[in-house]
């Protein structure tokens, strides 16, 4: 299966990115590429997750 497939991996990638990135030693504060793929990683991921429609607690269903 590849990333094409599969858009939900592919967004657990660039949501891994980012923490990899930080953990390298990229100034979070600086404006360098790195910086930007930090910031581009995590806005892709939320976009390929589509709309936040987590349920609440207390929700359930039975069948």
Known sequence: MTYADDPQRL???LRDL???L???????SGS??????????????????GPDDKKGP??????
Request: proline residues 3%; without cysteine; hydrophobic residues 45%.
């Open 11 to 13: 967004a657990r990638l």
């Open 32 to 49: 360098s590429s790195s910086r930007h793929l930090m910031d581009d990683a995590r806005q892709a991921a939320r976009e390929l997750e």
């Open 18 to 20: 980012a923490p990899a």
């Open 58 to 63: 207390g929700r359930f269903a039975g069948f």
């Open 22 to 28: 930080e953990d390298a030693g990229v100034n979070l």
